[in-house]
């Protein structure tokens, strides 16, 4: 009798201790000789565990990676720049004054020396056109810049539910791995029993010894992944979450996914790597008409005051520039050419994401009919057929091979539904990281 039988299987934090490979020999341990204080201290280390680890659930752990997550962060503060540079691109130009002071000596016997003051204030002028230009384009970067963000968060979180539903994934393994072990040494048990009375041969020992250790050694390294797992996860959260913790969500918890055209919808109508695509064409855009409008000569308003010892004047007038040499046709066929890259890689974004999903879509179906044939078929003929061999195995109606060969059949079954199982999370996790959904786990 194994100590993971006298405690609490269902308790998550027993669960969590028995699956860590540090106490994996505390909960292989064979029943003592006092069974009552072996079951004492399993009820008290229930206890114990119950409130010192925090349980975690997905949906709580992709908020605790937004918040903690420095390269999300960043990626927020990039928006926050580009909201500012949209201020930048609304500011009127600054007036300039220029004030210029000296003496004067006269010459001839009409002039009066003494002191002498110019002030020249001069007012660029903000043609309406060039700062629509120039404000659509920094719109379009503050667009570009959040849902940039976005598709980043997207990224993050893909990568921390593959993290999650790997776990998942080896907590099974390893549940289903401690599972052939404790059966191992039951058969082993009976085995040993049998060959003392002479009712099977040594040899049936020998083999059942063998087939043990290797059950040992196999829920041993499945253990360890568990860990390995279990550590990539925390990588992917972030240093808020502590380093032991459990999980409350179980293997087989994946939603449902809506019709392929459905999702094909909300991809074209709301994917941040398209909203960025179709930001970054605008900005190209307006960024082609600003640079068009500086063909245009620059104006600026001019008053000047001056002032002698002998008169004052002021002038009034406009600073207009002539466009005589350069006519930004360098900086025109720059913008151009980006505008041309921009459109290109819309279309590319288009195509790419409608093929991705429906890569996907046909992974999820493949995998959810896997699980559904392992699930209500397989599995259960193979436990099924387990059972009957050992229990033609008691009665000495079949020998210990046909045992050995029936839990075969189960650990395969057993390792195809959870492998299919991770293909459908994987494929679900795919097609979310395309429509780019915060939520929608269970």
């Not at 752990?61 to 962060?73: D, I, K, T």
């Not at 949209?86 to 009066?112: H, K």
């Not at 043609?127 to 120039?134: K, N, V």
Request: proline share 5%; aromatic share 6%.
């Amino acid at each position: 009798m194994l100590l993971w039988e006298v405690v609490d299987r269902s308790n998550p934090g027993i669960a969590a201790l028995c699956g860590n490979p540090r106490w994996h020999a505390v909960c292989s341990m064979k029943l003592m000789k006092n069974p009552i204080k072996l079951f004492v201290f399993g009820c008290g280390l229930s206890a114990s565990l119950a409130f010192a680890l925090p349980e975690y659930d997905l949906a709580s752990l992709e908020a605790l990676a937004l918040s903690s997550n420095r390269s999300v962060l960043a990626a927020r503060d990039q928006v926050t720049a580009a909201r500012y540079g949209v201020d930048s691109a609304g500011a009127f130009p600054n007036p300039e004054l220029e004030y210029l002071g000296g003496t004067t000596r006269s010459r001839g016997p009409a002039g009066n020396p003494g002191d002498a003051r110019s002030a020249t204030l001069t007012q660029p002028l903000d043609l309406p056109w060039r700062r629509a230009a120039r404000i659509g384009a920094a719109e379009a970067g503050l667009e570009a810049a959040g849902a940039g963000a976005r598709a980043f968060e997207a990224d993050v979180l893909a990568h921390l539910r593959e993290r999650y539903f790997e776990v998942l994934r080896r907590e099974a393994e390893f549940s289903n791995a401690r599972e052939d072990a404790a059966l191992m040494e039951s058969v082993r048990s009976r085995i040993s029993l049998r060959v003392e009375t002479g009712e099977a041969p040594r040899f049936e020992l020998i083999k059942a010894d063998a087939e043990m250790l290797n059950a040992q050694k196999t829920a041993q390294a499945a253990g360890f992944r568990v860990e390995q797992a279990r550590s990539l996860l925390r990588r992917a959260v972030g240093s808020a979450l502590p380093p032991e913790f459990t999980l409350t969500s179980r293997f087989r918890d994946v939603p449902v996914l809506t019709p392929l055209n459905e999702v094909r919808q909300q991809i074209t109508a709301s994917s941040p790597n398209l909203m960025r695509a179709r930001a970054e064409t605008v900005r190209a855009e307006r960024q082609l008409e600003l640079e068009r409008s500086l063909r245009w000569p620059n104006v600026a308003l001019k008053a000047s005051m001056d002032e002698d010892p002998d008169m004052r004047a002021s002038q009034y007038g406009v600073v207009v520039s002539i466009p005589l040499w350069d006519r930004r046709k360098g900086p025109i066929g720059e913008a151009s050419a980006q505008l041309s890259r921009a459109r290109n890689e819309l279309e590319s974004q288009e195509f790419s994401l409608t093929k991705a999903l429906e890569v996907a879509y046909q992974q999820y179906e493949i995998a959810q009919t896997q699980v559904t044939a392992l699930e209500s078929g397989i599995v259960l003929q193979a436990e099924a057929a387990l059972r009957v061999a050992e229990s033609a195995y008691r009665f000495g109606e079949r020998g210990f091979l046909e045992v050995l060969d029936a839990q075969r059949v189960l650990r395969a079954a057993r390792a195809e539904l959870i492998a299919a199982r991770f293909e459908r999370a994987s494929a679900w996790v795919e097609i979310e990281r395309l429509r780019a959904t915060p939520g929608g786990n269970k």
